[in-house]
């Protein structure tokens, strides 16, 4: 009666289930090209690659308009009839501001960590990438090798020695994006910044070096530092980032701390707005110099209260 119960245990999807071959398997994989509606497409889950509606963005929607989609996205089926973008998140962008419904694609067969090394090696051939779509992009190709390894890792910078040859996922990884192993940690220690210091990574307003030491801080004392830069309009040196970590790691980063070592003065730092609060250096106009704000807040509060002075004479007739 066991054996009748294991057997009926077994779920095949069809007749053609109990022949399957390794060939007709391997079909299964093989890319086939079709047009497919870009409503049954999903993006790909946490994908490191930023899709803005930029200038550049625009061209190739003029170009996909006038020439045609010269490269198919690359997209994996999924078990509910949709598919999931491998590679092509720009393009399925383009194709959704042109009003165009369906889009070339080259439908393949992939696992999960299969798609992710396919998606992130495809994205690092592009001719600019942001610090922080190589930050996540290192990072899940890195996760997805070490789990492909064998032996799947809960920290994400271990490596494991691949199955195939001797040298670690890590090393594996730098010769293969063309990046030293100690880049290739940075990088991914990036993933640990909270978001508004990871935007000035991108936008070059705080070095690497700087950005891995604030990485190791909590997200409330990488907070605190982030409103310190805005304040002093400026951002922390490599050395000032060293100073801090060492507080940090001895239980004593707060925000006192991170304030003082921000007011130091620096060869790169602008001048400083006389007021912590931004509201008030934002109601300024650009116009008035640094250090005619003081005068220039004094003069209007006077002129403020003159005015309420004389409404309230006003009413007092």
Request: proline share 5%.
């Amino acid at each position: 009666m066991a054996k009748q119960d294991s057997v009926s245990k077994v779920h095949l999807n069809s007749f053609d289930d109990l022949f399957e071959t390794d060939e007709s398997r391997e079909d299964l994989k093989r890319e086939r090209l079709m047009e497919i509606p870009i409503s049954l497409i999903h993006d790909f889950p946490d994908h490191p690659y930023k899709v803005k509606d930029d200038e550049n963005m625009f061209e190739l929607v003029e170009s996909i308009k006038t020439r045609g989609l010269i490269q198919p996205v690359l997209v994996r089926p999924l078990d509910d009839g949709t598919y999931e973008m491998v590679s092509g998140h720009r393009r399925k962008r383009a194709f959704e501001l042109a009003n165009i419904e369906k889009i070339p694609a080259r439908v393949q067969e992939l696992t999960m960590d299969e798609a992710i090394l396919s998606m992130v090696d495809s994205n690092l051939q592009r001719d600019e990438i942001l610090p922080s779509e190589k930050a996540f992009a290192f990072k899940m190709r890195l996760e997805a090798m070490n789990r492909q390894a064998g032996r799947p890792k809960k920290e994400n910078l271990t490596p494991v020695e691949s199955n195939s040859s001797k040298l670690r996922t890590n090393e594996i990884l730098a010769e293969e994006v063309g990046e030293s192993r100690e880049q290739i940690r940075r990088y991914i220690r990036l993933t640990n910044l909270i978001p508004e210091l990871l935007d000035l990574v991108d936008e070059k307003q705080i070095a690497m070096r700087p950005a891995v030491e604030i990485s190791y801080f909590t997200p409330e004392a990488q907070m605190w530092l982030f409103e310190a830069i805005e304040f002093a309009d400026a951002t922390p040196s490599h050395a000032q980032t060293l100073r801090m970590r060492k507080f940090a790691e001895q239980g004593r980063l707060s925000k006192d701390v991170i304030d003082t070592i921000m007011d130091e003065e620096k060869p790169n730092q602008k001048e400083k707005s006389p007021f912590r609060d931004n509201r008030i250096s934002k109601a300024i106009p650009a116009s008035v110099p640094k250090e005619k704000q003081c005068e220039y807040v004094l003069k209007a509060i006077d002129y403020y209260n003159r005015v309420q002075q004389r409404r309230r004479e006003r009413e007092a007739r």
